[in-house]
């Protein structure tokens, strides 16, 4: 395995991974923080960073069905959450593209 290059996200206030302290998301690209992952509690972010993507699943979600891509740390593998790849209902279009962190997986800095 090579060397792994992680991005570094500007500003104090940021989300990282809880298992190895690998920058994930600023604060500030928090969409809603009223969502359910398997673990309890999740944000739903626009943007994040320093992860690695699984291959596309359909999976029945709370809102319907949903084609996804688990979220894995890209530093240490821990899965984290999922990606909203296509929504099925045109509801939950606006998921499209946007990524689920479970805050269990989480820890905030700043």
Not at 31 to 49: E, T
Not at 87 to 104: N, V
Request: with cysteine; aromatic share 10%.
């Amino acid at each position: 395995m090579g060397l792994i290059f992680l991005e570094s996200l500007p500003g104090p206030k940021v989300f990282k991974c809880r298992s190895c302290s690998a920058q994930l998301a600023a604060r500030d690209a928090v969409i809603s923080k009223d969502f359910h992952g398997r673990y309890g509690r999740a944000y739903l972010f626009k943007k994040v960073v320093n992860i690695c993507l699984g291959p596309n699943e359909e999976r029945h979600l709370l809102t319907g069905l949903h084609l996804v891509n688990d979220i894995y740390c890209s530093s240490c593998r821990q899965i984290l959450g999922w990606r909203y790849e296509k929504a099925f209902e045109e509801s939950q279009k606006y998921k499209e593209g946007k990524y689920i962190l479970e805050k269990a997986r989480l820890m905030k800095e700043g």
